[in-house]
């Protein structure tokens, strides 16, 4: 389902961010707040981390920047292999298929403690500011590009900054979707 979105288009990541956060409220949005929280083990996430760590806007800031035209490339982005080379490797590293574990970023963990269950609607507002902004972008700005949230040497382009989110949501959904199938799930 996820290699599919290497080569994406913008209509397609739209309807696919769409489609994560319509599953996303009909399957868990009648979780009760021990469903929501329970964790299959001390080491995983429970469902509503994995919405929790999906509920960042890392990207909001750059994708305003780059709508206002304030946006200015730094060193890394201006790389001519670079932003190609690590979007592959993201891409590849997040595909919910591949059935690996990727650790997350310190900056991007999520809370430890009971996550309230509003913060479905947050990720649900997250993914349509993020559609938002994709069908505002122009085709011609596709190819800025920018850098990670997370790391600022990892560089690639604005419309593989959209697939690598749309997969992440993926990725981290299909995980939210194992932690309801558990042996024990209340």
């Not at 995983?44 to 305003?64: K, N």
């Not at 700005?141 to 997969?167: E, H």
């Amino acid at each position: 389902m996820a290699s599919d979105l290497r080569r994406a288009d913008i209509p397609r990541l739209m309807a696919e961010a769409d489609a994560i956060a319509a599953a996303a409220q009909r399957e868990f949005g009648t979780l009760t707040s021990a469903q929501w929280n329970w964790k299959p083990d001390r080491s995983e996430w429970s469902i509503g981390q994995c919405f929790d760590h999906l509920s960042t806007s890392a990207y909001f800031p750059t994708l305003r920047a780059i709508q206002t035209r304030t946006k200015r490339a730094t060193l890394w982005e201006r790389l001519p292999i670079l932003p190609a080379l690590s979007a592959r490797l993201l891409l590849h590293a997040l595909d919910p298929d591949a059935g690996r574990k990727v650790k997350a970023p310190a900056i991007l963990t999520p809370s430890a403690s009971a996550i309230d269950r509003d913060l479905l609607q947050r990720f649900v507002d997250v993914q349509r500011e993020l559609v938002a902004f994709m069908a505002a972008t122009p085709h011609e700005a596709l190819t800025i590009n920018v850098t990670s949230p997370v790391k600022p040497v990892i560089t690639y382009s604005l419309l593989d900054a959209y697939r690598i989110a749309v997969v992440h949501a993926q990725l981290h959904t299909r995980q939210a979707r194992a932690v309801a199938a558990t042996p024990g799930f209340p």
